[in-house]
């Protein structure tokens, strides 16, 4: 029972950090790339109608909030989970997948970049998690 309870909260708290992270990088994207004048990022409509003003160094940000997002939840939850380590990194790279698939349909965004996002910056972050997450494990037992 402990260790479902901790798995639970594993994949809560990578949803929960994941998305701290996401979203932090996102609330920082226009002061470190500032928009075209006049858009605003906070605006589907805004970003639907000033789309075609967007450059590709305005997609970096929101490229690396998906990617980093997604790696630091996935770990975190590797890490806290007792159990099934894996397969909750995969799940919270899962959750961020969905969500990336959803905002692809919500958020208006050139092709070349959310086939670049859904492929690269939720599941590879998720293994990646894994792979980080074995090492620090191993380091910590020896």
């Known amino acids: 029972m402990l260790n479902l309870l901790r798995n639970v909260l594993a994949i809560l708290a990578g949803i929960a950090i994941g998305g ?8 920082l994207s226009p002061l ?3 928009p075209p004048t006049g858009v605003d ?5 805004s970003l639907s109608k000033a789309m075609h003003l967007f450059e590709p160094r305005h997609f970096v940000i ?7 997002g ?16 894996v397969e909750i990194a995969y799940v919270i790279g899962a959750v ?12 208006p965004a050139p092709t070349w970049f959310i086939a670049l996002d859904l492929l690269a910056a939720y599941l590879p972050m998720a ?3 894994i792979q980080i997450g074995t090492r620090l494990k191993q380091w910590k037992l020896t």
């Open 20 to 27: 701290g992270v996401n979203m932090a990088l996102i609330t």
């Open 32 to 34: 470190l790339i500032p």
């Open 41 to 45: 990022v906070n605006s589907a409509e």
């Open 62 to 68: 929101p490229f690396l909030a998906h990617a980093l």
């Open 70 to 85: 997604t790696l630091a939840g996935a770990l975190a939850a590797y890490l806290i989970a007792a159990t099934y380590r």
């Open 96 to 107: 961020f997948l969905c969500g990336g698939v959803a905002a692809s349909f919500i958020i």
């Open 127 to 129: 293994w990646l998690s």
